[in-house]
């Protein structure tokens, strides 16, 4: 059943879709959301093209104090060209199934534009600790936002990185855009796959850089001691792991449903890692988790390392498209759809414990607190179960 038909016959056409914003969190922080260039000097050639330097683009997302916020403004989750570039991915993606276009380019967010003078100036460096998230292959940024927004309103400094000639489309300030495909789907091709994670890894590093994050031993003090977490949707979970391994700024990785590859795959990690599965798919399933979870056994027996499952769920559990379907109200009954876009579970359930377990994950392995909810199944999150 193509997914217009569950729609009201007058929201059918693109331009008549009425906007739908994302629900703000009700938390003490409301959140900047910035988009900014990054340079490296470190790769004057781009490792997928070499006639210009490597170039990234980055979103952040910042906690603001509800009282260090004097206003806040509504912003589109996605202009019409991204969105458009969206529309045909998904489109291609779910062949008969159907994608109403016009949905990404209607959604909006709530953010905070305009911040006590005072805020910044009296702010320290890295007040927050900061929690890069790696996107799933090939997967714009944008479609993390809202996620990123949730994160960031319980008091997290939250970049999402693009990451050029991967990335489906990146568009830079300049008008400029950069398309995808560079790096294959296929995998087998375990080679060119590593390859990228090495890519990501050193942009990473790159951003690391531009927030003025030390290197281990000259790391500045404050909330977050200086200490990064970055966590991992679908093929960002083995660049989390790779992260790790390359660059010690890295204290804590999260992989959510991605299937592992690179050295970490044969190695393991010596620092907190955690990941998410989703039905069916899991270390006994899943061959590169079990391999990678017995290497981090072998050669880091000390390491905290953890496995978790959630029910109703669909792959790329950190990714937008279940809140989407909340907010746009295009759950209806297409049986089809909800199954390879949204999930049976919420999008605001899914955020809701997502968060949960993810703040108490990284008050533990960044600032040193108990395991929380690690300590066993919490009567709160069912849906939540330990493997």
């Not at 470190?42 to 006639?51: K, T």
């Not at 927050?128 to 990123?148: D, K, M, Q, V």
């Not at 190695?267 to 955690?274: E, I």
């Not at 377990?357 to 300590?375: M, N």
Request: hydrophobic share 40%; charged share 20%.
């Amino acid at each position: 059943m193509k997914l217009t038909h569950l729609l009201p016959e007058a929201l059918s056409g693109a331009g008549l879709i009425q906007a739908a914003v994302f629900p703000v969190p009700d938390t003490p922080y409301k959140v900047q959301w910035t988009s900014s260039e990054l340079v490296d000097p470190a790769r004057p050639a781009d490792p997928f093209n070499a006639s210009h330097a490597r170039r990234i683009m980055i979103s952040r997302f910042t906690p603001v104090r509800n009282r260090d916020c004097l206003q806040t403004c509504r912003v589109p989750y996605m202009n019409a060209f991204m969105s458009s570039v969206e529309d045909a991915i998904i489109e291609a993606f779910l062949g008969d199934i159907g994608w109403p276009r016009g949905v990404l380019a209607s959604m909006e967010m709530d953010v905070c534009c305009q911040v006590r003078n005072s805020h910044d100036k009296n702010r320290k460096e890295h007040d927050f600790p900061t929690i890069l998230i790696g996107t799933g292959l090939n997967t714009t940024r944008l479609l993390y936002s809202a996620a990123a927004q949730q994160l960031a309103s319980v008091g997290y400094e939250v970049v999402v990185m693009d990451h050029p000639y991967e990335t489906d489309a990146v568009q830079f300030p300049d008008g400029s855009v950069v398309y995808g495909g560079r790096v294959p789907r296929d995998p087998n091709a375990t080679d060119a796959l590593a390859a990228a994670l090495d890519v990501r890894s050193k942009d990473a590093s790159l951003v690391l850089d531009y927030l003025g994050i030390g290197k281990p031993g000259k790391m500045k003090r404050g909330r977050g001691g200086g200490k990064v977490g970055f966590v991992g949707d679908s093929f960002g979970g083995p660049a989390a792991a790779d992260v790790m391994l390359k660059d010690g700024r890295v204290a804590a990785g999260v992989n959510m449903d991605g299937m592992m590859f690179g050295p970490a795959v044969e190695v393991g990690v010596a620092r907190p890692f955690l990941t998410f599965g989703t039905p069916g798919h899991n270390s006994t399933s899943e061959a590169t988790w079990g391999r990678f979870l017995n290497a981090t056994s072998t050669h880091h027996p000390r390491t905290w390392i953890k496995e978790l499952s959630v029910a109703d769920s669909v792959h790329g559990l950190l990714i937008d498209f279940a809140l989407v379907g909340d907010v746009a109200e295009l759950r209806g009954d297409d049986r089809q759809l909800v199954g390879n876009m949204f999930g049976k579970i919420t999008g605001a359930r899914t955020m809701e414990l997502l968060t949960a377990y993810l703040s108490d994950f990284f008050e533990f392995a960044l600032e040193g607190r108990g395991q929380g909810l690690f300590a066993g199944p919490s009567k709160k999150y069912p849906e939540v179960s330990f493997v």
